[in-house]
């Protein structure tokens, strides 16, 4: 797998402080590893986004620090829970002659004959799964071909994956990836839903109307005049 280069320059300033960074367009990140000091550094925000899109957190970065290329992959990653944008990074570095482990993504190929004519609905199970390899034999993604799945309670299990050479599976090979569901099921399932969804609804109608009228209340009740007001308002009776 070819390596993809990101430079990054050290960092000292760490905490809150990192604040100033982040608005000036870097992102603060550590890099750690065996045998290996972490460091604090940092980097632009909008190459490490261009990098990661094609790396993911399998491929293997060629990181750029102090004039010296560290081989690392993008670990953790940490966002915003509002905006979405990447907060802090964490870069393993690993040995290229020792095996890791990571976890591969799983992407749908083909069309599902039993999903096309509605015999079936299609029920994703697994969305990733674990692999042990060399750093530079790691796959960026493992297809899974849903093209044969034609009847209810057909499935692709782990043994049926195609596995690039070099990678080992750590899963139990057993376990569904996809499988065919009864279509009725997923009608009942989404109905199910819908009708949760209605409730919620209007029991927040219900809470709204409720909360108005007892304002309604309270702002009459407020307006409305004391019995001492009542009093003082009465006209003076006639000796």
Do not use: C
């Not at 045998?35 to 790396?55: G, H, P």
């Not at 102090?66 to 081989?71: S, W």
């Not at 829970?81 to 907060?87: A, E, Q, S």
């Amino acid at each position: 797998m070819e390596k993809i280069a990101l430079k990054a320059d050290s960092r000292k300033i760490v905490g809150r402080k990192v604040k100033t960074l982040r608005r000036e367009g870097l992102i603060p990140a550590s890099v750690y590893g065996k045998d290996f000091q972490s460091q604090s550094i940092v980097l632009n925000l909008k190459e490490f986004q261009s990098v990661f899109a094609k790396a993911g957190e399998t491929g293997l970065v060629d990181l750029q620090l102090e004039g010296k290329g560290l081989p690392v992959l993008i670990h953790t990653l940490q966002y915003h829970p509002v905006t979405g944008l990447p907060l802090h990074v964490d870069f393993y570095k690993v040995n290229l002659k020792q095996k890791v482990t990571a976890k591969v993504p799983l992407v749908q190929i083909g069309e599902s004959p039993a999903v096309k004519d509605r015999i079936g609905a299609l029920l994703t199970l697994l969305t990733e799964i674990e692999v042990e390899a060399l750093p530079a034999d790691l796959p960026d993604k493992i297809e899974v071909d849903i093209a044969k799945l034609s009847a209810i309670d057909q499935a692709i299990k782990v043994q049926d994956l195609k596995i690039p050479s070099g990678v080992k599976i750590l899963a139990d090979v057993n376990l569904d990836i996809v499988k065919i569901g009864s279509l009725v099921s997923k009608e009942a399932e989404k109905m199910v839903k819908e009708e949760a969804e209605k409730a919620a609804a209007t029991a927040a109608a219900t809470a709204t109307t409720a909360e108005n009228v007892l304002s309604e209340g309270v702002k009459k009740e407020e307006a409305a005049p004391s019995s001492s007001e009542k009093k003082a308002a009465a006209p003076e009776a006639k000796k």
